[in-house]
Nanobody, 121 residues
Framework: QVQLVESGGGSVQAGESLRLSCVAS????????AGWYRQTPGKQRELVAG???????NYADSVKGRFAISRDTAKNTIYLQMNSLKPEDTAVYYC???????????????WGQGTQVTVSS
């Protein structure tokens, strides 16, 4: 089974930046779309940034203009550059690859352990 390892989280002040990394044990990011998700206690995991197979990106309104997703297929890695962080960005961040079919989305891997991002005001 494909393993995902997220890293790069930490505790920062509002306005600062972090860069998250997600390394996959197999070359899943070169042939699938991918995304960064986040989850806070008691809430569902939400997709905050996505990148398609051909490199097109999309973002949740809450992070648009502040976050940027990218990938390095040679390293089996995707990144999330997070700028101008806000306290409401505090969450555990996860990555995954996926394929969309008519009527649904299939995740390629199981969830990793995530990386905690804490932003204080």
């Amino acid at each position: 089974q494909v393993q995902l390892v997220e890293s790069g989280g930490g505790s920062v002040q509002a306005g600062e930046s972090l860069r998250l990394s997600c390394v996959a044990s197999e070359s899943i990011f070169s042939v699938n779309a991918a995304g960064w998700y986040r989850q806070t206690p008691g809430k569902q995991r939400e997709l905050v940034a996505g990148i398609s197979e051909d490199g097109a990106t999309n973002y949740a309104d809450s992070v648009k203009g502040r976050f940027a997703i990218s990938r390095d297929t040679a390293k089996n890695t995707i990144y999330l550059q997070m700028n101008s962080l806000k306290p409401e960005d505090t969450a555990v961040y996860y990555c995954n690859a996926h394929r969309d079919f008519e009527g649904g989305r299939i995740l390629i891997a199981g969830w990793g352990q995530g990386t905690q991002v804490t932003v204080s005001s």
